[in-house]
């Protein structure tokens, strides 16, 4: 008849192994799930995240096999992830300190400066610096590329970022020019009416007195007052019609004004 000690510790050696064999399999369920886990994050570009799925396979618990394949794919995918480090100057070249959000997320005071890994493709970089205007700024990041400088140029706050200057007020433009001409359309005018008068007054009163056997000279006198009439009537008309619509344009108002450049 054997002891119960001997039952005892035969169920407690049971219970053990039991317990190992159950660890066993949770640990090998949770590596195969990295193992794919890691996978399918590589596939989507999320390569910070596939490469800590990865190490998570790599653990002395799991299968040799397992082990193999996330350490490989590991290695691979951080030869693939690019890096960046964000450097903050002012305007001056200086280098300055600041607040610095990648994709919302603070970086910590010890990753100032330092490189940071990111996944391929678009990313926001804001930065909150005393004394300047916060920045923000988009890059893409590329695959493969390793410790890309990004400059970030802060802005003093007595400067606004982007903003244009002042539009220069429009000056008034000067009405001499059109009153030179509307004045020249004028005494045009005046000498036609006067040329014009003048010729009338002789062709009647040599109609009268001597036509038509008046002298030449007489009739040379009637035709050059009619062609100075003539001339002073076209002249002054288009003087005043060229003065009148220069006026009218200045007095337009513009629809835009041009910035002072």
């Known amino acids: 008849m054997r002891s119960p000690l001997i039952f005892t510790a035969s169920a407690i050696a049971f219970a053990g192994a039991a317990r190992t064999a159950r660890a066993d399999q949770s640990a090998t369920a949770a590596c195969m799930e990295a193992h794919a886990e890691g996978q399918r994050a590589e596939q989507r570009g999320e390569l910070n995240a596939a490469t800590q799925r990865y190490a998570s396979c790599t653990l002395a618990a799991c299968p040799s096999a397992i082990r193999r394949d996330c350490t490989e794919w590991r290695e691979r995918a951080l030869r693939t992830m690019p890096t960046i480090i964000i450097r903050l100057r002012d305007s001056s070249g200086r280098d300055r300190a600041g607040r610095v959000f990648l994709d919302d997320v603070p970086l910590s005071a010890e990753q100032a400066g330092r490189a940071v890994s990111v996944d391929p493709g678009q990313h926001r970089i804001r930065v909150e610096a005393e004394d300047s205007n916060p920045t923000d700024m988009a890059i893409v990041a590329v695959e ?27 000056e008034q433009p000067s009405p001499i020019g059109p009153l030179v001409l509307l004045g020249i359309g004028a005494v045009g005018v005046g000498i036609f009416t006067v040329a014009a008068i003048d010729a009338n007054a002789k062709y009647d009163h040599y109609e009268k007195a001597c036509m038509p056997t008046c002298a030449p000279k007489d009739v040379d006198t009637i035709r050059t007052r009619y062609v100075i009439a003539d001339v002073a009537l076209i002249v002054g008309l288009a003087a005043a019609a060229t003065g009148g619509g220069w006026l009218f344009l200045q007095s337009r108002p513009r629809t835009s004004q041009t910035a002072w450049r």
Do not use: I, M
């Open 144 to 170: 493969r590329e390793q410790d890309r400088v990004v400059d970030v140029v802060l802005r003093s706050r007595e400067t606004p970022p982007d903003h244009p200057p002042p539009a220069r007020p429009r």
